[in-house]
């Protein structure tokens, strides 16, 4: 079965706290996603990687950085946390190509204080 | 640039049709649909690849006018288990899916 493991489910953190938010896929996928979900707004991408140690900017990078070391490890970095970064983030990944479904991981709900 | 979903919410009874409506201004190669229940991830439904296919998955099915950039989503029959966020999410190729802002579905009994 597919599986996309986001490691923290619910985070509570201070503001100007440096966050790790850690996703792992077990499929070989070779595309890897970040994205943040508000409500009214949907959903959002903020990091993107096509391969290992590639990364590529999404609709809304500003305050957050990513590190692809490995294959099925993507981690979305956020630098000094602020409340208006406090959301739902996704993690997602996919066979390489625009036409092949896309999984997500159960979502890390982040409340930044 | 974010597709755009139409109706943003719905609100149905047991049985009742709907259909969800999702609109792109870009060239599309693929549209994905989701469903999200709250406090869930977004599950996946169906994908329609450019070509105008038409999907099905049990009472739910999907078309995808490439000419129009334009997708649609059909419930029938709906059931209370149908209720949640409808997202869709389009590609223009080897892209990073672009997804709408979603439609509220409420089925009621």
């Known amino acids: 079965d597919v599986k996309v493991t986001q490691s923290s489910r619910y985070l509570v953190k201070r503001t100007g706290e440096k966050v790790f938010l850690e996703c792992v896929q077990d499929?070989?996928?070779?595309?890897m996603f970040w994205y943040r979900q508000d409500p009214g707004l949907g959903l959002r991408l903020i990091y993107f990687s096509y391969d290992v140690k590639m990364k590529e900017k999404g609709d809304i990078p500003e305050g957050y950085s990513v590190s692809r070391e490995k294959k099925e490890r993507f981690s979305l970095i956020l630098e000094s946390a602020s409340t208006n970064q406090t959301s739902m983030y996704l993690c997602?990944?996919?066979?390489?190509?625009?036409?092949?479904?896309?999984?997500f991981g159960e979502g890390s709900w982040l409340t930044v204080v | 640039q974010q597709p755009v979903q139409s109706p943003q919410a719905v609100i149905l009874r047991e049985g009742e049709d709907a259909v969800i409506n999702c609109s792109s201004s870009k060239a599309l190669y693929s549209v994905h649909w989701y469903r999200q229940k709250h406090g869930e991830a977004p599950v996946f439904l169906m994908i329609l690849l450019k070509g105008g296919e038409q999907k099905g998955h049990e009472k739910i099915s999907a078309s995808f006018n490439e000419k129009k950039q334009q997708s649609s989503l059909y419930l029938t029959a709906s059931q209370l288990s149908y209720s949640g966020t409808y997202f869709c999410?389009?590609?223009?190729?080897?892209?990073?899916?672009?997804f709408g802002k979603g439609t509220r579905l409420s089925v009621i009994a």
């Open positions: 999410g389009t590609a223009s190729g080897n892209t990073p899916l672009v």
């Open positions: 499929m070989d996928h070779e595309n």
């Open positions: 997602a990944s996919r066979r390489q190509g625009g036409g092949n479904t896309i999984y």
